[in-house]
């Protein structure tokens, strides 16, 4: 198309070269090729293409082809030895090779709606056309990766223009009643760059969450999803403090409110997070977005709570460990803060039956508590994060059996109390446990 050849603006290859790392360079080029051989055109766009024009890394490969994606991504996986997976109704398949990389491929296509909110009926169409259905102007250009082109950058609906001048910009005045979900993406684009979105498109906003009430129209998943999205941002504060001025938090529940109390909970969770990945113990992965999670649901009853983990449909895991928060949170802050001297294995048992999330919470709590009983319970649970929580004992029940006493519920009891002796240092060794456990048996025993 003559008008298409016009929107090329620049050439990326040198970009590509600088930021894509070697073997998704080289893969670039591949795909390209293989396009080249069965008469296809293949492009890279979205997120990748916007963040090479901006100069971050981005390895997040959504390809579009016009011509057959499956047929391309059949043609591929021989040679990079992969696996595919395809969905022939919506002419797309994902690439997943060896060294765990996912491509993802469309056929490019011209979606409609059939009501709000609903999934799209796609038709085959144009790069042009498939670009022209995404979000924004800035998550809507191309890059051609065919043998001669490759590296021209195809910007129809002025991208570049709007990432220069810092624009979150819609593409269509229906794009958020298409797609509701698109109204946390352009907050969430528009404070991770520090952008605006651009003025009809907050109207379009606006008028999306008041008049049309969208947000009724989205299924609750979708909705858990993007706010997941947001606190895993670098910095979720300034989206959130900008969806509250935007929509608030009505769409979650009335009584979530992101006021200046839940902005510093989420300062202190962020240094919690900041402490505990920075100490030297052993640890285990966390998820840092659900204990924001938690901080934005702090002020809800249980009940509250629960209804939004149903509704919302929390995966059971996540679900647990919000309410341990919810159960145990605040009894442990408060007994944790105490000034009278309290035993290793107090904190512990405060501490242990919650998730390292919900701990990190109490630690984020704690620390806004007056000075003294601040710092009290900070330091107690450091302790129990680097001492306390690795402590084992050695004795076993089969001892307990040696030791002459029969197996029964007992034997629980007196283990709980070997740890407790452990953890508060009157045991040490195996044998000191043993001779506990023997004291311990012949008092049941009488
Ligand atoms: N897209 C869209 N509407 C949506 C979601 C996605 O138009 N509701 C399009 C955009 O073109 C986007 C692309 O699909 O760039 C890929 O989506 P996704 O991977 O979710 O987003 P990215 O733009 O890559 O953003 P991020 O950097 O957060 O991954």
């Known amino acids: 198309m003559k008008s298409d050849k016009k929107r090329i603006v620049v050439n990326l290859s040198k970009k590509m070269a600088d930021l894509l790392p070697k073997h998704i360079a080289r893969l670039l080029k591949m795909i390209g090729r293989k396009a080249n051989e069965i008469g296809s055109s293949a492009f890279v766009v979205g997120g990748l293409v916007r963040d090479l024009l901006m100069g971050f890394k981005n390895i997040d490969l959504d390809i579009v082809v016009e011509g057959d994606a499956i047929e391309l991504g059949s043609a591929l996986v021989g040679d990079l030895g992969a696996a595919l997976v395809a969905h022939k109704r919506f002419g797309t398949c994902t690439i997943l090779t060896k060294e765990k990389l996912k491509i993802d491929l469309a056929t490019a296509r011209k979606e409609s709606y059939e009501r709000p909110a609903a999934l799209p009926t796609v038709e085959f169409s144009s790069l042009k056309n498939d670009l022209s259905r995404r979000d924004f102007t800035i998550n809507a250009m191309a890059v051609s990766i065919n043998r001669e082109t490759f590296g021209q950058l195809i910007d129809f609906f002025k991208g570049v223009s709007d990432l220069r001048h810092g624009r979150i910009r819609v593409m269509h005045d229906k794009s958020f009643i298409d797609d509701p979900t698109r109204i946390f993406r352009a907050v969430r684009f528009e404070q991770r760059f520090g952008f605006a979105i651009d003025g009809h498109t907050q109207e379009l906003i606006q008028n999306a969450v008041g008049p049309e009430r969208m947000f009724e129209h989205v299924g609750p998943q979708r909705i858990r999803d993007e706010v997941i999205l947001i606190l895993k941002e670098k910095e979720p504060i300034r989206a959130l403090k900008r969806m509250e001025e935007l929509h608030e938090f009505r769409f979650i529940h009335p009584k979530i409110k992101f006021g200046r109390d839940t902005e510093r909970s989420f300062r202190a969770v962020g240094e919690a997070c900041e402490w505990y990945e ?44 919000m309410l341990s928060y919810k159960v145990r949170g605040e009894k442990s802050i408060k007994a944790l803060s105490e000034t009278r001297k309290i035993p290793p294995s107090r904190i512990y048992s405060l501490l242990n039956p919650l998730s390292f999330e919900a701990t990190l919470l109490v630690m984020a709590m704690s620390s806004l508590l007056e000075r003294r009983n601040g710092s009290l319970a900070n330091s107690r649970i450091k302790d129990f994060f680097q001492k306390y929580n690795g402590v084992t004992i050695k004795l076993k029940g089969d001892d307990i059996k040696r030791l002459g006493l029969k197996p029964c519920p007992r034997y629980k009891e007196i283990l709980r109390k070997v740890m407790v002796a452990k953890l508060d240092g009157a045991v040490r060794t195996k044998t000191d446990e043993l001779k506990y456990a023997k004291s311990l048996i012949d008092e049941i025993c009488g």
């Open 278 to 321: 920075g100490a030297n113990f052993k640890k285990r992965a966390i998820d840092k977005w659900l204990i924001y999670m938690m901080a934005l649901f702090k002020d809800l009853s249980y009940n509250d709570l629960s209804a939004i983990c149903d509704e919302f449909a929390f995966r059971r895991r996540d679900v647990l460990r």
